[in-house]
């Protein structure tokens, strides 16, 4: 078929992946098969990366579960079963665990993937149906540094308070810890004229970018970001480019956060980070120069975010950015590249163990009125918070833990950190319940898999990564067999004796209902309308019903009561882990252009498998040479928790202390095995961006331990 | 009432209110935020907060202000700090340390942190009977030092420093941006003399005098002539409104002698940063401890961090166990990193080194390797390998093999990978260059064409102009067949 022809029949929509949501076609070709290519909108710009083009397969994956599975034990195997028993059986058992053991014993475990509807649903559902305070979600690995650093910063947390189109014309761009050509190709294109500034401990596609334009690349040592963005608050003070008339007008705080960086002069910098000084200061005029013309941005993504001190070192950055005086105003600012599709309102609606919908907090008296107002029951019916999420995962089937839980749109054996850890909780559960579209690695240690219907197969709202609610349409029927997520959770709500009518399965119903219920709240989505997405209303939360979307937040006032920005005092510590004598080399991990999240989707489709088919460690030459490793050689990398096997491949720009695995893999391949599960104090994100591993050849017999 | 008490904090008394002392209360309000464990006293001798003495030759320089440069003053229940109050005596079997206000405080545990004061050398003028400062003399290692040279240095004003250690060389570095015309005069044979070279100290002279900074080292002043300058040994009379002085240091180890504590330069300490009496501790700049490391803060950071884990109890197991002092010239436009072993007679038979000599470019780089571990480095003028070879040597990690392309701050050469992929023209999409010519073969024309039928162009968009290329040259080659 030529492509430039008229498609007999297209839908438009958005992209199943990452937050960028690029705009899509969805071809109806013979047999009815799908194909994708790419559709105007201001994000992707009429471009797509590989997974977008190729994400219509994922539809017609051969492995697709279109019956539920049931088994009465783990050791023996799944039957196929109708929905009736499935249903039945898992609501049987949560009511007799809950009889047994409260309805905390019930857990719920969400996803950045999930639409807007469904994040909203699923908190509901676990608040009301199961009455459980046990539910949080995959995003905490994900955007919950970013998140409570910007909502500290600035009493509100939208990833890109701008849209991303801004970011094109600024004159530079700061992106600390975040990859996009590798990530989200298409988002390249708003930073092809910015000079950038790119803080990485691996010479990225990114970085490559930023020194081939003219721009700089930083590459700390992991662990010590926030040391650099200290550093580079102190060269900016020192260089004269702080704002001052910003700084009194539109912040507190600049005092107590500048004593901390005050220690961090750059020569003292350098030594922690192993970034020189000269670096530090030339990052510094040539962010202070954009600054001054009003046209810079600084953006970080998860490699600054994962750690023990991710909220802290955002904070660092949003710390240099107010200095700069950049948030607030046009053509400059402070944003967070969210990761998952729905990464931004999969944290606003509920799903997340402190929170209700329209991004208020469960402690909140006035948020849980409101709440409790338009799901029509008692405020005091509603649970408190509960655990974040690896403390869940790493709670359940302990005593006083929970004994079941439901799994939507995500794959934590593969996607938490210290996967061996998680697997075996999970093992220790009375119930598992995934609802997944595959037998993901996690849906093979259930009790229940529900197959459930994925992406273009049922419609929704997303909201991208500059806080623009979008419009994902249906473009097939979903198998025969399947149900969606929301018809899951209505039929096991009325099972667990709610009203039929509080859990609707239409999708406008929820919207409209979410947006009663987000109304007046900071994430406030009460006038988003079908009719208002159908026209492509570029719909930027906060919209409120009847009024004018918000592309670009904070110009007026911050989120504060005060209105000012908050600078945050915040000082460097080191990783929870540092290498010794065992464990000399640092082990990063971060994504590939070919593949997303736990790879569940990717990894089936064809192209993209096959492009990238297994792990591969990425090493300095002499620092595999020191190992006894050449390129493609197998390698075990063993930290205190577990060890990976992965293939070598040699990257001379590599730093000498640090190997580089992609997370997108399972088993012995899953970097996660690696990690390390410290947590944020304030975020609870764990440490996944350092691990101290011993790098050497594996045993000759592949796939031996 | 109950005779059963939770115990009440231990009382732990700081003498110094410096970078170390003060970093010192700040690692303790951290560890026990509410003050249950220990209650900390800090007496400092200056009526300022504490404040970063690194950075005076900043303050120097025009970088800083004086109130930008203060350290963060704990703010826990735990810890108190009293300004402008010095301590006069120490009587460790009362355990009391009396202060020149005229009271004095018990401890349980006695930290000295009384940091050093410049060395005068004994030359006429410099200091004045009363055993101050001549006139027109300062040192700089204080904010009072700082004020009193700014005020004599004004822009092209003539100033000399006597002393060309790092201090001196940053204070020069700093006057002459100010608009000073500056002399640095060394009695060693060569500037930086403890950390660097001689070849290292030619160049380094060649980059101050390109600054217009005059170097004489090997050179020794005689006298000090207020409002003349000061007078060599040769006769010459360097011009100078003001003199610096920065020719070393002496602990302030009073204290600890008075109360017969053991002293040799610095007040002695072993691994738990424990004197001779086991109750009196000694961090910074006036301690010795056999490891080294006194003069620079980095040490003295370590040292108050492992003391106030033992003191806190949060880690009592806790030791130093040296430094691996590291020198970091703080000199705008100059970059210059030393470490460890790099005088000639130091480097024995099994020692290493590579060496890159470029005067004319204002570099140079010494690397000493022993067993694979860099054992020492001056590096003037590669920022790159000073940043990566102070990691390794921190780290005691192994070296690389190709030693020039680590100076140069360089990759290593790449070696054939047999595994590699063919070059691709778009990478997000994985289009070769064969991918693009074979749709041009089959009728795309445009760019837009070619993206519809490879894809390439669509990712990151990074590839647009090499497919325009592409086409280009292919619409060229066909235009040059012959017709027919």
Known sequence: MNPAEPAPQSTRTHCPYCALQCAMHLDTGPQGRLSARPADFPTNRGGLCRKGWTSAEVLTVPDRLTSPLLRKDRTSEFTEVDWDTALDHVADRILALR?????????????????????????????????????????????????????????????????????????????????????????????????????????????????????????????????????????????????????????????????????WWPEHAELTTGVPATQIRAAADLLGRAARARSAYVLTGRGTEQHAKGTD?????????????????????????????????????????????????IDDPEARRHVAGVWGVHPDTLPGPGRSAFELLDALGTPGGPRAMLLFGSNPVVSAPDSERVRSRLCDLDLLVAADFVLSETAALADVVLPVAQWAEESGTMTNLEGRVLRRRRAVPPPEGVRTDLEVLSALAVRLGQPAERFPTDPDTVLAELGAASAGGAADYSGVTPERLASEEALHWPVRVGQEPTPRLFLDSFAHPDGRARFVAVAHRPPAEEPDGDHPLIATTGRLMGHYQSGAQTRRVPELHGAEPEVYVQVHPDTAARAGLGAGDLARITSRRGRTTARVRLDPTARLDTVFLPFHYAGAQSANNLTHPALDPTSRMPEFKVSAVRLEPAPTAPGTP | MSTVQSASPRRIVVVGNGMVGARFAEEVARLDPDGERV?????????????????????????????????????????????????????????????????????????LATGARAAFPPITGVTAPDGRPGEGVTALRDLADCERLLALARPGAPVVVLGGGVLGLEAARGLVGRGARVCVVESSPWIMRRQIDQDAARTLARCYEDLGVSVHSWRVASR???????????????PGDALVVTAGVRGNTELATGAGIEVEHGVVVDDCLATSDSRVHAIGDCAQHPGGGAGLVQPGWEQASVLARRLTGQAPQARYTGARPLTRLKAEGIELTAFGLVQEEDLGPETETVTVSDPHGRRYAKLAVRRERVVGAVLLGFPQAAANLSQLYDTGAPVPADRLALLQGLPVAPQEDPQAAPALVCRCNAVSREDIEQAWLDGARTRE?????????????????????????????RSAEPVG
């Open chain 2, 224 to 238: 000090w002539i207020p409002g003349t300058g000061l007078e060599l040994d040769d006769g010459r009379v360097l």
């Open chain 1, 99 to 263: 009889a047994e053991s409260g309805p905390d014993t019930v857990s719920v475990f969400g996803s950045g993937g999930l639409t807007n509807e469904k994040s909203y649903a699923l908190g509901k559902f676990a608040r009301l149906a199961l009455g459980t305070s046990q539910i949080d979600y995959n995003g905490r690995f994900c955007m919950s540094s970013a998140a409570a650093g910007g909502m500290r910063a600035f009493g509100l947390d939208r990833g890109m308070p701008f849209p991303l189109t801004d970011v094109g014309s600024a004159e530079v761009v700061l992106l600390a810890g975040a990859n996009p050509a590798e990530t989200m190709p298409p988002m390249m294109g708003h930073l092809s004229a910015p000079a950038l500034i790119v803080i990485d401990p691996r010479r990225t596609a990114t970085a490559q970018v930023a020194l081939d334009n003219g721009g700089l690349h930083l590459a700390p040592r992991p662990g010590t970001d926030l040391a650099l963005a200290l550093s580079l608050l102190h060269a900016v003070r020192a260089r004269g480019w702080v704002d001052e008339d910003y700084v009194a007008e539109r912040t507190s705080g600049f005092d107590q956060a500048w004593e901390h960086a005050a220690a």
């Open chain 1, 313 to 361: 070192t955002v904070s660092a950055w949003i710390n240099l950015s107010l200095a700069l005086g950049l948030p607030g105003r046009p053509g400059s600012g402070y944003g967070c590249i969210t990761g998952q599709g729905n990464g931004q309102g999969g944290r606003e609606h509920g799903q997340k163990a402190d929170q209700l919908p329209g991004y208020r907090r």
């Open chain 2, 39 to 111: 209650h900390v006293t800090v007496v400092g001798a200056e009526h300022h907060r504490a404040y970063n003495r690194v950075l005076l030759s900043g303050v120097v320089a025009g970088e800083y202000t004086p109130d930008q440069i203060s350290l963060p003053m704990p703010d826990t229940p735990g810890v108190n700090v009293r300004l402008g109050v010095a301590a006069t005596g120490l009587d460790t079997a009362e355990r009391r340390v009396d202060l020149d206000d005229g009271t004095h405080l018990t401890y349980d545990e006695l930290v």
């Open chain 2, 449 to 477: 064409t070619i993206a519809e039928r490879t894809r390439a162009t669509t990712g990151c968009g990074g590839c647009v102009r090499d497919v325009n290329a592409l086409l280009a040259g292919m619409e060229g080659g």
